[in-house]
């Protein structure tokens, strides 16, 4: 049984590196945090939801693709403001707000 969960736990973490090829165009990066981190929680709709933070160079984002079930408008405001009151508006300059138009089932 322990060679048994050993491979499931491996087929989990390789699972984590690939992506279905429709989603090739949004060329993201993913962050694979392996280890524990202090988990905090946020409340959502319909349940507590557990985060954690993560410390990233923003001078690495060049793009934000928001879902296509979101208000993108109103994600888009609350993205830019955030990311000015963090970085400047400088900063901001090369950072592009899309709307993903990959249907949502």
Do not use: W
Not at 19 to 31: A, G, I, L, N, Q
């Amino acid at each position: 049984k322990q060679g048994d969960v050993l491979a499931l736990s491996r087929v989990l973490e390789n699972s984590l590196k690939y992506k279905h090829p429709c989603f090739h165009d949004e060329e993201e990066t993913r962050v694979i945090i392996v280890g524990a981190l202090r988990e905090k929680y946020r409340i959502g709709n319909h349940s507590i939801i557990p985060y954690q933070e993560l410390s990233i160079p923003l001078g690495l984002l060049t793009e934000i693709i928001f879902g296509p079930k979101l208000d993108f408008e109103r994600n888009k405001f609350s993205v830019e403001n955030m990311l000015k009151n963090k970085v400047g508006e400088m900063h901001m300059r090369n950072i592009s707000f899309e709307n993903s138009m990959i249907p949502y089932v």
